[in-house]
């Protein structure tokens, strides 16, 4: 694939939070399975920006002054002094915040130690009621058994790759793509596969997460609601020659809540790959008539909080080939007032 731009870190972000998890593409996956967990925290033991030093003092002033440019962006010109920032007590998040909000509480997801995401419950202040969560949905990287990573990166759609993403635009239309890619090492095939299944060819999983958020809000009648979000994956234009066959996928069908892993999984054999699903519910595998290798994942509801979906696939390819994939992600958004679609973020690979 060609070299994508990696994304620094995962940023959630409503009209009024922007919260920063200082999280780095994706690590190569160690054999044995990560471990996840989530922290939650309340909003009495937040720390302010007064209440801390040094380098983390910085980091919370620097977050502030993002939480300003981001809105500024988005045509919105604040007063400095109605941001704050906070982090929490483990001090593996930092939260900017303004424009009236009160947070509730903050949930920090971590895998093997490490921020791998976010999620902020917040109100308007002087609404009693807490709105509704505009959480990411935690989930950790796919966890591997005997295969090896061989890429991994993600991709955060921008204005230049789609125009219905403006900095003018009243309200922030996200989408985030991911993938990996992994390898079964050739000494480990005899334990997966047949000598004829073997014969000429080699085996690779390839593992997609889609993340959006159409910048909702419950409180504003010109708010904007997601009612589709979709990810699919398939050759890479041209290269289609270099797939002998599609192994298996996962999701296959509508899948109305979660398994009780929680989780895909492909194997072969003693050995796996398995990534965390962080949306189970309303959710539908994809294939395509255009190409055999071609496989995804579709949801269908609505929300005005950010939704992540995930699919993935292993396949046979001929030997000595490292098969390359071409990602789409595509999400569709109204506001409350028209009630019918307004537009859409999408991106694709040059490979589509």
Known sequence: MPKARL??????????VLATAGITAPAAAAPAAAVGKIAKYDRSVLRPSSSVTGNLRKKLETAKTDYLDFAARHGRSLD???????????????????EGTVIDKVNVGTVDGKARGVGVESHEAGNTSTAQAPVMGFAGDPTTDGYKMVAANSHI??????????????????VKSWF???ELPEGSEVNAFSSTERSGSDFFVYARRGDANPGGANADLYSSVMDDLTIRARPWGGTSG???KMISRLPVSTTNSCTSSGSLEVSAGPYSVEIPQNNCSNVTGLTSTSSPYEFGADWNGKTQGAVSIEAIASFKVAEGKVPSFADYIWMNFYTVTAGYPVGTVKWTDTGW
Do not use: I
């Not at 002094?81 to 900017?96: E, H, I, M, N, Y």
């Not at 759609?157 to 996200?174: E, I, L, M, R």
């Open 7 to 16: 994304a620094a870190a995962v940023v959630v972000a409503t009209t009024s």
């Open 80 to 98: 400095a002094r109605g941001v704050s920032a906070f982090t929490d007590p483990a001090s593996k998040v930092v939260l900017a915040v303004g």
């Open 180 to 182: 990996w890619k992994y």
């Open 242 to 244: 270099n797939f002998k």
């Open 157 to 174: 759609v921008t204005v230049a790759d789609d125009a219905d993403v403006q900095p003018t635009s009243h309200y922030t239309n996200y």
